[in-house]
């Protein structure tokens, strides 16, 4: 049986290295799965590609165009998932370790897309805070915001998943409107490769948005310059190695770090043997132990629990951990596959060897276990393996030495503070977790520690049901953690995008600023001829599009009748001499929503037309007390526009009431749905 050959895809042509093919082994067979080299190919021609044909045709898309790629590009992969499965098992992950790389990669796309729809602009530029009034009279204004960059993105992925891992790191840069170069990890580069070109057929992709590497990376980090970015998952020593390779740092290249760290979990002082807590502890101790054999970067390698329930927590991981089988990850009575390779179980042989000169293993041997329906000598599989470190305050190896695979370490703490403390000598993680039912507990611990953690999870008995976990990142928040854990951050939804983009501040008049927003600007332009803006579709108003109203004028009666109709009887409104002693009114005052309700009342076109529905408000604020007499006008300016579908958009208008001193009485948002 020939062993297929994985290929590059270059400048969007599949291409085979011209030599030194290196063969990928089996997990669990050792026999050869694959073969992969990128020798002969140009890497700097795939960055001029990228940069000249790639960069551009993503810059000519709006955050929504993209969007919709990536959400299409995740219906391919699910449609295609089950032939992604039967690659996975030579990996050595189960199906439902598969399932948190395919299906989990496959919907970290769908949760990016529906981000991008949702809190981007059907747009190209974002834009970044509220604009900044430079000058006195405000004809001199600064925003913020940002732009793709010009260059290209460049993945280096880790072994662990696949799949996920490259998807965690192209939906945002996608989005971004940032090409992309990938490079898997060889061992698992088969399986990278195979879900790489379920995405290419789509066809969705425009020339030049990716690039996949199968073999070395060459001399492409010396072709990098200031505009691209390098988004790197591995190991602290290869970040290292390549964030300080001379090209990086002479042209300042954007890199992002996520490394592998020591994640520690925590059962709380609260917890006793009986409570809920306790044996949520347990059992996630043990699933983050063996899922992926251990081979997640999230995974538990330190557990601290009360001095005193030391001995409990030790019987009872050891009693959970005796019932996961291990052996071919395809046999459905398997609950733990082998490592990605022969090599990989050697490292995780010789961490444990380090971390046994200051603690005892308590259960398993890293050099035998039991498998099922697979030989051992032929596949890297090991026993899951736990550690007690009875003394850790004093030790060192148990908080810098990580066996990426099923090893973790029990070890006790005396006080909170004193968790707190050897939580943190892990010296920067990816996500730590606690598990307490105390919320003073919580606060205490996340002050102490916080810093130290790019995500904590907090897990007891009310959330443990819809909890996702200790290892489980989700695509809306960051994925990342200081220290040692890499520095960087990566998901975290529109924060992933801007990873890939240029915040730049511009600074011009309020016209000039709303022209390269598309977003409209007090003080901008504006349009107040007929027709009534109610009166056009979406795809007729242009930002900048006014009505202003008519006055009216507030009675007494207005405010007397509000009080009743509504209950609202605020002595504000309705006791002259309790407002006088109020230093912010002069008297009785109308109510801020009667205000509202004057207002919708003097800007709606009340006939059928465009406008479906006024589905909300933001950032409302009531500026100007109204005293009975006072007479309001409105102005409503169509600020923003965003495509929903093809039926209706979003418009979102500026409305500002005034008095007839031309004070600002009340200023918001409006939001409605507008037929296209």
């Not at 691209?228 to 740092?249: C, E, W, Y």
Request: charged letters at 20%; a negative charge; proline letters at 6%.
């Amino acid at each position: 049986m020939s062993v297929p050959i994985l290929k590059n895809f270059v400048a969007d042509k599949w291409v085979a290295g011209d030599g030194g093919l290196r063969t990928i082994p089996s997990a669990v067979t050792g026999a050869p799965v694959a073969q992969t080299s990128s020798d002969g190919v140009s890497f700097k021609a795939m960055l001029d590609h990228a940069r000249h044909v790639g960069g551009p045709a993503l810059r000519e898309l709006t955050f929504h165009d993209r969007a919709y790629i990536i959400k299409d590009l995740a219906k391919a992969l699910m449609d295609k998932k089950e032939e992604l499965y039967e690659l996975n098992f030579d990996t050595g992950a189960t199906r439902k370790d598969g399932w948190i790389d395919i299906e989990g990669g496959a919907g970290t796309l769908f949760s990016m897309s529906s981000q991008g729809r949702r809190h981007l602009p059907d747009d190209k530029v974002l834009i970044d805070g509220a604009p900044e009034q430079i000058s006195r009279e405000g004809t001199f204004m600064g925003q913020h915001i940002y732009t793709p960059r010009q260059g290209v993105a460049v993945h280096i992925n880790a072994f662990n998943f696949p799949v996920w891992g490259m998807l965690e790191k192209l939906a945002p840069t996608l989005l971004a409107g940032v090409p992309a170069i990938v490079k898997p990890a060889t061992a698992t580069a088969y399986l990278a490769e195979a879900a790489f070109r379920v995405m290419i057929e789509t066809g969705r992709l425009p020339d030049g948005a990716v690039q996949l590497i199968v073999g070395a990376t060459g001399d492409l980090f010396d072709h990098l310059t200031g505009q691209d970015i390098v988004s790197f998952t591995g190991s602290a020593q290869t970040a290292s190695m390549l964030k300080n390779h001379p090209r990086v740092l002479s042209e300042s290249v954007r890199f992002v770090a996520e490394q592998d760290s020591l994640n520690a979990t925590v059962l709380g002082p609260d917890a006793t043997p009986d409570n809920p807590e306790f044996e949520l502890f347990i059992k996630e101790v043990v699933r983050e132990m063996t899922v992926k054999a251990g081979q997640k970067c999230t995974a538990i390698r330190r557990a601290f629990v009360p001095a005193n329930l030391a001995d409990a927590a030790e019987e009872a991981l050891k009693a959970r951990l005796s019932k996961i089988t291990v052996g071919d990850p395809a046999n459905e009575a398997v609950r733990m596959g082998p490592l990605v390779s022969n090599a990989q179980r050697e490292d995780v042989r010789e961490k444990i060897a380090q971390l046994s000169e200051e603690a005892d293993i308590v259960f398993g041997s890293p050099d035998s276990v039991d498998v099922i329906g697979a030989d051992i000598t032929s596949g890297a599989f090991i026993s899951p393996v736990l550690l007690r470190c009875n003394n850790p305050g004093a030790a060192a190896k148990v908080h810098a030495v990580e066996a990426f695979g099923p090893v973790s370490t029990l070890m006790p703490y005396n006080d909170l503070g004193d968790a707190i403390t050897l939580c943190n000598r892990g010296e920067g993680s990816l996500v730590m977790s606690l598990f307490t039912h105390d919320p003073k507990i919580a606060r205490d611990f996340v002050l102490g520690a916080g810093a130290y953690h790019g995500r904590v999870a907090i897990i007891n008995r009310d959330s443990a049901k819809e909890s996702t976990g200790h290892g489980s990142p989700l695509p809306v928040l960051v994925h990342g953690g200081p220290g040692r854990a890499g520095g960087g951050e990566e998901l975290g939804g529109v924060r992933g995008v801007k990873h890939y983009m240029q915040r730049t501040a511009i600074q011009g008049s309020p016209a000039i600023i709303t022209g390269v927003t598309g977003q409209w600007m007090k003080g901008g332009d504006i349009d107040a001829s007929a027709p009534h803006p109610f009166r056009l579709k979406f795809g007729e108003l242009e930002i900048g599009k006014t009505i202003e109203t008519a006055e009216r004028t507030v009675t007494l009666e207005d405010i007397e009748h509000f009080a009743e109709f509504t209950g609202d009887n605020f002595y504000a409104h309705m006791d002259e001499q309790a407002a006088k002693a109020n230093p912010f009114f002069p008297g009785r005052v109308a109510h801020g929503y009667l205000l509202l309700s004057f207002a919708a009342g003097l800007f709606v076109d009340p006939a059928p037309g465009p406008v479906l529905a006024n589905y909300g408000l933001d950032e409302l604020r009531f500026l100007t007390p109204v005293p009975a007499g006072d007479t309001i006008k409105v102005r409503l300016t169509a600020k923003s526009k965003k495509k929903r579908n093809d039926e209706y958009g979003e418009v979102r208008w500026d409305v500002l009431v005034t008095n007839q001193e031309g004070e600002a009485v009340a200023s918001y948002d409006l939001l409605t749905m507008n037929a296209i």
